[in-house]
């Protein structure tokens, strides 16, 4: 005896939580600071306890703010909040009135160029003119030299320009200078480069920062003293690292340009930019990173799915995708395909949406370990779909109470159940069948078929007959159920009746014939009412013998075959058994002609041998 174990997704209950008063929380603002002059641009603010309605605010302006998750805000800010170079302070206000710590942001000058940019060894004092964008009074020139922080006392002379002189000192030996202008609200702006003697520095690089698993970009350098043949040097900030050299173009004693690739670029790093000269002459380093990006999930194909379907590909839009990121659906994990930084895709397993329910889509990244925001998947249940009713045995439109009859449609279930003799119970809440409201037992549930018995209950006429999966109903499904509607089993794919020759316990064919005068036992169904009740769904009893109150009669061969006995088949649910004498026929095989209460079965065959 096969015992069937099943398994059933553990349900939890969420505790009660009282309404309370959320504070938002700034985390992480990016970008961290823009240029003054910037044209408009969307400001990400990571955090938690973001709601509905949550605004950002800049210095007390509020800003058009797009909700994106609990952990996420999108804010517009215009271009004339940028004109000035000052330190900002960001908030972030929820609909009941609550309001973050300030973040601030910082909206740098611009420096273009120093003049002069370079200063031979043992050079007298020097007055540096520093050019851009945004100088505010009060703010000074800032020369970083090696290890060493000179702060120089600067004359304001416009927002565009100011100048301050440098003593003799710093000339006495060849230094990578880096210099930058810094206001007094604490906002500085990049740093451009300044080489004493045969130095070469490197002032700027652009893009400053790179993002993990994009394709190769185009490096620029900026800074003094390249010559030609000079290469970019490429070392990432660990040990044993090995020093990379970039595909580098000569373009001016002031500009390289390199090539990072996609593999430089597969991982999140420290990175540090380096140029050596062909004479032997090493720059600065410039550090800048390799970052992995926060995937952020945009949408899904599907967002929904049957439970218990078939597998399918799921497609997943965002961006920030790196080639090791992995989809999940719940907590699952899923065979997942880098597309690009914008696309993945994976396969998703009938197991995975076995069971109805909500369930949700993220990215995880396998560097960081950060999560991406969820979207919603539902995995509906299927609903069945009765298309017919046929009696088991003959596949015609009718039945009688107590006979079995086969209930053919769509989506029962994905997974076939068999059921022995007594048959197993499948629990109803999952898979049942019931007419006129009497549950029928099932002696198989297919995906489009189940096999079941008629209640002994139901009445003659208009049935109703209804097919439950997963507790999702079908349509109701009408059949006709008569006071007898006898139907004779045959062998696959034949018209040959099953029966038993009772002579040698082999099943009656052409090559096991029987003779006249013995005897062969049928099996039929639609018997109707019997005279020894049987509880429905319940195996035969050997005693008493349960027989058809209707009259059943037989021919072979056109001459009446002696019925010795008729009744439903101990230990057998709704199967009748007919005991026939073959009468004296020719042999062959030979019509078997079968009637309960004068209603005639589908005519079949039985095979009879020479006497």
Not at 193 to 200: M, P, Q, V, W, Y
Not at 243 to 252: A, G, R
Not at 507 to 532: E, M, R, W
Request: charged share 5%.
């Amino acid at each position: 005896m096969h015992r069937h174990i099943l398994f059933f997704p553990i349900l939890w209950f969420a505790p009660v939580v009282h309404s309370q008063v959320v504070t938002p929380l700034i985390g992480l603002v990016t970008p961290s600071q823009v240029d003054v002059g910037r044209p408009a641009f969307d400001l990400t603010i990571d955090g938690s306890g973001f709601a509905q309605g949550t605004v950002v605010n800049w210095s007390g302006t509020p800003l058009s703010t797009t909700f994106r998750r609990a952990e996420r805000l999108i804010a517009a800010v215009p271009g004339n909040l940028i004109v000035a170079s000052d330190a900002f302070n960001l908030t972030v206000t929820n609909p009941g009135g609550a309001v973050s710590s300030p973040s601030v942001f910082k909206v740098q000058p611009i420096l273009t160029s120093i003049y002069p940019n370079s200063v031979p060894l043992g050079s007298p004092d020097v007055t540096f003119a520093a050019t851009g964008v945004g100088f505010s009074p009060g703010a000074s020139l800032i020369l970083i030299g090696g290890t060493s922080v000179f702060g120089s006392t600067s004359t304001y002379v416009s927002p565009t320009e100011i100048q301050c002189a440098v003593p003799a000192a710093l000339f006495s030996a060849a230094l990578s200078i880096l210099v930058s202008v810094a206001n007094p609200s604490g906002t500085r702006s990049g740093e451009v480069a300044l080489s004493i003697g045969n130095a070469i520095t490197i002032g700027s690089v652009s893009p400053s920062h790179f993002t993990a698993g994009v394709s190769g970009v185009t490096l620029t350098v900026n800074g003094v003293g390249f010559l030609p043949g000079a290469v970019v040097r490429w070392l990432y900030a660990y040990p044993g690292a090995v020093v990379e050299t970039l595909k580098t173009v000569f373009v001016s004693s002031t500009q390289l340009q390199a090539a990072v690739t996609a593999d430089q670029l597969a991982s999140p790093a420290g990175v540090s930019i380096r140029v050596d000269n062909p004479d032997g002459n090493v720059s600065n380093g410039l550090d800048t990173d390799v970052n992995s990006p926060v995937a952020d999930l945009l949408s899904i194909s599907p967002d929904s799915a049957v439970a218990g379907a078939p597998g399918f590909t799921l497609t997943v839009n965002g961006t920030g995708f790196l080639p090791n990121a992995r989809l999940m659906l719940g907590i699952t994990p899923l065979p997942t395909t880098y597309v690009t930084a914008t696309q993945l895709t994976a396969s998703v397993p009938p197991s995975a949406i076995y069971y109805p329910g909500k369930a949700t889509v993220s990215v995880f990244d396998l560097f960081n370990g950060m999560p991406s925001n969820q979207a919603a998947f539902t995995i509906a249940p299927w609903i069945p779909t009765v298309a017919s009713v046929v009696n088991a045995a003959s596949s015609l439109p009718n039945s009688a109470p107590g006979s079995l009859v086969s209930i053919y449609g769509f989506d029962f279930a994905y997974l076939t159940h068999i059921y022995g003799l007594p048959p197993n119970v499948y629990p109803l809440d999952v898979l049942s069948a019931t007419i006129n409201g009497k549950q029928s037992p099932a002696l198989y549930f297919g995906q489009n078929q189940i096999n079941a018995q008629v209640p002994f209950e139901t009445q003659p006429g208009t049935a109703v007959l209804v097919v439950t999966v997963n507790g999702v109903k079908s349509v109701p499904a009408s059949f006709q159920v008569n006071p007898t509607a006898p139907g004779v089993f045959t062998l696959a794919q034949s018209n040959h009746a099953v029966a038993q020759n009772n002579a040698d316990g082999k099943l009656n064919s052409p090559q096991f014939p029987a003779k006249p005068g013995d005897y062969i036992i049928a099996y039929l169904t639609g018997q109707g009412v019997v005279d020894n009740p049987v509880a429905t769904g319940a195996p035969t009893p050997a005693a008493p013998l349960s027989r058809p109150l209707a009259a059943v009669q037989a021919k072979i061969g056109g001459l009446p075959a002696q019925v010795s006995f008729a009744g439903l088949a101990p230990g057998f649910i709704g199967l009748l058994q007919v005991n026939l004498m073959i009468p004296d026929v020719p042999a062959g095989d030979l019509p078997l002609e079968v009637s309960i209460g004068g209603v005639s079965a589908t005519v079949t065959l039985v095979s009879v041998g020479g006497k």
